[in-house]
């Protein structure tokens, strides 16, 4: 769905190194999720906003932090990566709680 | 916060009916039940959502029994083209939850092959 986009599409990186993944979206919606998903594991949620003043940590915040700029953008950040954080990460956004997310295409991250 | 069991893998015919279940023993009265669709590569995609009894839309029923322990994808004449990952997240409803303590939980999905 081009109404969500992510940045980069890939991305390989060394342990250790700084990496900023980041979420754009035209569908005015107030709420953005970050998800993980690792193979066998499903989605599983890292941070969420509600608003431009609101950030919430997910099942599994360590290593990661937010930022929404605005309401249209939230950027996912990896302080130092380290190779368990491989990954491929969704961006999605809704309009209110439990309706539908629409999702991003991904980002494949591989920390080597 | 709500956990869900699905089946790890099911198989079926192009042509059949397609029935997945998720179990959700503790979810809140505020808990809503959706489903989505994951195609290799692609991020979920909205299939249906509902809170008790039955539900229909144009792709999907969902069923859910009184109790709301369970519930169940029903997939009407499946195609090959329906092969994917099917998801079942129970999270907090609208404005009646609390702001901010807000938990998706997403099962670890069925993984749905059709065969020609």
């Known amino acids: 769905d081009a109404d969500v986009t992510q940045t980069p599409r890939n991305r390989i990186t060394k342990t250790g190194k700084r990496i900023m993944l980041e979420c754009s979206q035209t569908?005015?919606?107030?709420?953005m999720y970050w998800y993980r998903q690792d193979p066998g594991l499903g989605l599983r949620l890292i941070y969420y906003?509600?608003?431009?003043?609101?950030?919430n940590k997910g099942e599994i915040s360590d290593g990661y932090s937010v930022s929404r700029q605005a309401q249209a953008k939230f950027s996912l950040s990896l302080e130092s990566a380290i190779p368990n954080q491989t990954a491929l990460y969704f961006c999605?956004?809704?309009?209110?709680?439990?309706?539908?997310?629409?999702f991003g295409p991904g980002t494949r991250l591989t920390v080597l | 916060l709500a956990k869900t069991t699905q089946p790890i893998s099911m198989d079926s015919y192009e042509g059949q009916e397609v029935n997945i279940t998720c179990s959700h023993n503790n979810i809140a009265t505020n808990d809503y039940i959706t489903w989505y669709q994951q195609f290799p590569s692609q991020g979920p995609r909205f299939i249906i959502q509902g809170y008790k009894t039955k539900v229909t839309n144009e792709v999907a029923s969902l069923f859910i029994p009184a109790d709301r322990k369970s519930s169940t994808l029903s997939l009407p004449r499946v195609s090959l083209s329906d092969t994917a990952v099917y998801y079942c997240?129970?999270?907090?409803?609208?404005?009646?939850?609390?702001?901010?303590?807000?938990?998706?939980?997403f099962g670890t999905g069925t993984r749905l092959t059709i065969i020609p």
């Open positions: 999605a956004t809704s309009e209110y709680r439990d309706n539908e997310q629409f």
């Open positions: 569908k005015g919606h107030d709420r």
């Open positions: 997240l129970v999270g907090a409803a609208g404005e009646a939850s609390n702001f901010g303590n807000e938990k998706l939980t």
């Open positions: 906003s509600f608003d431009v003043k609101d950030i």
